[in-house]
């Protein structure tokens, strides 16, 4: 039997994602094609031999529970341990809206104490990497340690995203500070937590400690107990903001890139779709791409991610921009530097991502700031429409809404925002 239970999650909102997380949680935002960004979390427990997880869920679910299911396609349907999702609850001492990581753990605390493992692997629901859990593991035992903390190195300018860490030679954590304005350190948390189960349970009975980063490890630190550090040496992902979404999908493009989707020693599962094979028209120009099953293209698409059955007309151009599935592109519509979200239709002729006007978004001048346009889902532009960069057009908003305009402004937002 492993020795850990994963607790993995899964109800994070963040609003830095813009409109991908207006119709569902951050872990169930579509990634790298076919995949979902819990597919990562998930994998890695069951590569480590790790069967018994459950997924804490709140914001927006139901897109999260209808991939996961029954936890099938990671082989967590079974019978012992196998794949829980713990949703909130009203009653009870604890029943309400979880406010943070550590509160939404506590919450599920009677459900912690049953488990047989020993100790409690706790990871984000949101990071793309490949991980084996089990060199940490084995050193958290070996060390006695209370807890242990996953960290690797950031660039210095990153730092303010992060819970910093200092590590003595030992790899004992020196001091915690959650997403400092400045840090001298760059060794950071990748959100993923080993405690002992008995060590938890303690520590979650005081109510105040709501956050992991920001209550419960500085106070480890403070009350000087056993919390280590283990260096991870690997890719990671935080793809908390659109711009790290987007970074994150192009470079799957490299000639060798640094997230291995293709290792059969460590494979990547998901929920898969029944599609036909990708179809190449004959007047198709296609090159530096990630085109996955049922998409059709006959115009040209250029260092691009295409989801499932996205279908680009002949005389459409896309360029530099993540696709998710079931997209439509019509004749003469040019896709530039985009994030379109499932079931959009572009109308012939309009154009997204336009000219050299680079304004900031309005509402999110320092997320959108780079020329990213990103367009929600299930939505309809007309032809002959012009929309500039970082713009953001809210979900569901229909052809009708855009009335008589030809031209979204650079920084601009329209439609109804699903908040």
């Not at 909102?13 to 169930?28: F, G």
């Not at 002949?314 to 985009?338: C, F, K, P």
């Not at 979900?395 to 699903?418: C, E, H, L, Q």
Request: net charge negative.
């Amino acid at each position: 039997m492993a020795q850990a239970f994963a607790i993995i999650m899964g109800g994070g909102s963040s609003e830095s994602l813009s409109v991908l997380t207006e119709v569902r949680s951050e872990p169930a935002v579509p990634f790298g094609g076919k995949f979902r960004l819990i597919d990562f979390p998930l994998s890695n427990c069951v590569n480590s031999e790790i069967y018994n997880v459950s997924i804490l869920t709140q914001y927006r679910p139901q897109s999260l529970n209808n991939h996961i299911g029954i936890g099938k396609p990671w082989d967590l349907d079974r019978a012992s341990g196998g794949l829980r999702l713990l949703q909130p609850y009203r009653g009870g001492p604890l029943g309400d809206w979880q406010q943070g990581n550590a509160d939404a753990v506590r919450r599920n605390l009677d459900f912690v104490e049953r488990q047989p493992e020993e100790h409690v692997l706790i990871l984000a629901g949101d990071h793309i990497y490949l991980m084996d859990y089990r060199p940490m593991l084995r050193q958290h035992i070996q060390t006695g340690a209370d807890a242990t903390v996953g960290v690797r190195r950031v660039n210095i300018y990153e730092t303010h995203r992060y819970g910093i860490v200092s590590l003595s030679g030992d790899d004992r954590i020196l001091d915690f500070q959650e997403k400092p304005r400045r840090a001298r350190e760059t060794m950071a948390s990748m959100g993923i937590y080993i405690f002992r189960k008995s060590v938890l349970t303690e520590l979650l009975q005081n109510e105040n400690y709501v956050d992991f980063g920001r209550h419960v490890l500085p106070a480890m630190v403070e009350s000087d107990r056993a919390l280590y550090g283990y260096t991870f040496p690997g890719y990671w992902a935080d793809v908390g903001t659109v711009q790290a979404y987007w970074e994150a999908n192009m470079s799957l493009l490299a000639e060798e890139p640094a997230l291995d989707l293709y290792n059969p020693e460590w494979i990547v599962h998901t929920r898969s779709e029944e599609r036909a094979p990708a179809k190449i028209g004959p007047h198709a120009q296609v090159g530096g791409n990630l085109l996955s099953n049922g998409c059709q293209v006959n115009g040209s698409v250029e260092r691009s991610v295409l989801s499932p059955g996205v279908y680009i007309a002949e005389g459409a151009i896309v360029r530099n921009s993540i696709i998710l599935s079931d997209t439509v592109i019509e004749s003469g519509a040019v896709i530039d530097r985009a994030i379109i979200d499932k079931g959009v239709t572009i109308g012939q002729n309009t154009l997204v991502g336009s000219g050299d006007d680079n304004t900031p978004n309005k509402e999110l001048p320092e997320q959108l700031n780079t020329g990213l346009t990103v367009v929600g889902k299930g939505t309809t532009l007309p032809d002959n429409l012009t929309i500039g960069r970082n713009v953001i057009i809210h979900p569901y908003t229909d052809a009708k809404a855009f009335s008589r305009r030809k031209n979204i402004a650079s920084g601009t937002n329209f439609g109804k925002s699903m908040r």
